[in-house]
């Protein structure tokens, strides 16, 4: 009997160690771990930004007011037809309409894109993917700048999405 239990007891710290040097069982990743993935698949811009007031683009034969080519909207003064505009590292696709998809309780890009463009008569949103992947999205009321404009808060935001009449975006980085 004593044989026994010690072949079962060893072969239970066998599997153990199998198990802990898999992989399986073993710490967690760390949030640091995962700010850095996320680092890696976030929105990159180049730092340059600007306040628009008149570049017009026409997108699957909607004309409206949009950011310069290669940039997204971070900010909007809607009553004054003001974006504010960073201009992003690089793109991953052509510019598109959307009319209608909804996100966060508002109108919004689909996921994985960002907001380069609207026209809030018709509530249409011209959207682009960026050149790096959107690994998340949160939902501001409160953020301005010094302009004053409500602005996707620090840290690399652009907007995805809209809801004028409650004054809501979703950034998205």
């Given at each position: 009997?004593?044989?026994?239990?010690?072949?079962?007891?060893?072969?239970?710290?066998?599997?153990?160690?199998?198990?802990?040097?898999?992989?399986?069982?073993?710490?967690?990743?760390?949030?640091?771990?995962?700010?850095?993935?996320?680092?890696?698949?976030?929105?990159?811009?180049?730092?340059?930004?600007?306040?628009?007031?008149?570049?017009?683009?026409?997108?699957?034969?909607?004309?409206?007011?949009?950011?310069?080519?290669?940039?997204?909207m971070i900010g909007a003064h809607v009553a004054n037809?003001?974006?504010?505009?960073?201009?992003?590292?690089?793109?991953?696709?052509?510019?598109?309409?959307?009319?209608?998809?909804?996100?966060?309780?508002?109108?919004?890009?689909?996921?994985?894109?960002?907001?380069?463009?609207?026209?809030?008569?018709?509530?249409?949103?011209?959207?682009?993917?960026?050149?790096?992947?959107?690994?998340?999205?949160?939902?501001?009321?409160?953020?301005?700048?010094?302009?004053?404009?409500?602005?996707?808060?620090?840290?690399?935001?652009?907007?995805?999405?809209?809801?004028?009449?409650?004054?809501?975006?979703?950034?998205?980085?």
């Amino acid at each position: 009997m004593k044989r026994a239990i010690e072949a079962v007891s060893s072969a239970v710290l066998v599997l153990a160690a199998v198990t802990i040097l898999g992989g399986c069982g073993g710490p967690p990743e760390t949030v640091e771990e995962l700010d850095v993935e996320q680092s890696k698949s976030s929105l990159l811009f180049t730092g340059a930004t600007l306040y628009d007031s008149g570049t017009q683009c026409t997108v699957n034969g909607s004309t409206m007011h949009c950011c310069p080519t290669g940039y997204a909207m971070i900010g909007a003064h809607v009553a004054n037809n003001v974006f504010k505009c960073a201009q992003l590292s690089s793109t991953g696709g052509v510019r598109f309409l959307d009319t209608g998809l909804t996100r966060n309780n508002m109108h919004a890009c689909p996921q994985g894109t960002v907001m380069v463009g609207m026209n809030a008569s018709k509530n249409y949103l011209a959207c682009q993917a960026p050149g790096t992947a959107v690994v998340l999205e949160y939902v501001d009321g409160t953020t301005t700048d010094s302009y004053p404009m409500h602005v996707c808060g620090a840290g690399g935001y652009a907007m995805s999405g809209i809801h004028l009449g409650n004054n809501q975006y979703t950034c998205a980085r």
